[in-house]
């Protein structure tokens, strides 16, 4: 079954990894069903005891977004023990994602605390985070959980406090159901519905997902929500408004990693001006103005390296050729 086929009657292509969508799904209070399930499904699937309740504690607000298109999306939510929930989706990488959501932790960390609370007042803070590419080339899995531990001994924790979930959904396609096999059965049919929500029909996601009530549920939900005029003109301005924030952190990636590799190759060619200095006292202005218009830093590597062994500024100046 294509895409094409799950289109609804405007053409508009159904995204159950939708950010707005999720917000919807799993930050409505009417729907905490759903965030408990989803919760516990990641736990179970690493052995982790299940939660009895799911709190919001920032239930998302249709009425607020629309007037406030860039607010962050993320779902945040509260367990009876006390343990703080920052779940979110995302569709595509962006330089320095895995900085934004080690940021995102802290914040809902330290923001527990307020002027004159103690430290044992913190309580953990646990992420969860699903996305559509694949982070971490080199760890086989779909779910991967990271914590603070120590290198001489990982089963020594630094802390209780972090943990952070990552799921992804990289090169997952209908053709390949089976790629999420060996995976708690809860978890792999949340991960069904995310995967293939635009493509299946209600009947095919009900057979797959063995009946969960749970998909039932947000599959009905996905259904609403793209049939709802309003709420599908929101998610195609939150699309092209975070297409055009991609764009802009790419741009933005891409002039810091070039002003990165022009200071080093400057005071790479520093370095040098100051080492023929100190062995031939005198270094002419052409050869420093060479240098420092220098930007191959495997060159610059090089030169480092035959500084020392020249035996006059004669010898040296033909290698900047």
Request: charged residues 25%; aromatic residues 10%; contains cysteine.
């Amino acid at each position: 079954m294509s895409k094409k086929q799950q289109n609804d009657e405007n053409g508009y292509v159904k995204d159950p990894m939708s950010d707005l969508f999720t917000a919807v799904l799993l930050g409505d209070p009417k729907n905490e069903s759903l965030l408990l399930s989803y919760i516990n499904s990641v736990f179970l699937d690493v052995g982790k005891t299940p939660i009895v309740t799911a709190t919001l504690i920032n239930p998302f607000n249709v009425k607020k977004y629309a007037t406030s298109k860039s607010i962050v999306l993320d779902v945040h939510a509260k367990d009876e023990l006390g343990r703080y929930y920052d779940i979110e989706v995302q569709n595509s990488y962006h330089p320095y994602f895995e900085n934004r959501t080690l940021y995102y932790w802290s914040d809902q960390y330290s923001s527990q605390l307020m002027s004159g609370m103690q430290y044992p007042k913190l309580r953990p803070v646990i992420s969860i985070i699903l996305t559509k590419f694949q982070m971490f080339q080199q760890l086989k899995k779909r779910h991967n959980v990271f914590r603070i531990t120590a290198q001489e001994n990982p089963e020594v924790l630094l802390t209780e406090d972090f943990e952070m979930h990552f799921l992804h959904l990289a090169n997952v396609s209908q053709e390949s159901i089976d790629m999420l096999e060996g995976i708690h059965s809860e978890l792999r049919h949340w991960l069904h519905f995310f995967a293939y929500g635009d493509t299946l029909s209600e009947v095919e996601m009900t057979s797959i997902t063995d009946n969960d009530p749970a998909i039932q549920q947000a599959f009905e939900q996905l259904d609403r929500f793209y049939a709802n005029p309003e709420l599908r003109e929101l998610d195609r301005q939150r699309r092209l408004a975070l297409f055009d924030q991609m764009v802009l952190n790419m741009e933005i990636a891409k002039a810091e990693a070039k002003a990165e590799a022009k200071a080093e190759a400057k005071a790479k060619a520093g370095s040098i001006i100051r080492f023929l200095t100190r062995r031939f006292q005198h270094v002419p202005q052409d050869v420093c103005d060479t240098l420092y218009s220098l930007t191959d830093i495997d060159k610059l590597d090089r030169l480092t390296d035959f500084v020392a062994d020249c035996d006059s500024l004669d010898e040296f100046t033909p290698h900047l050729r």
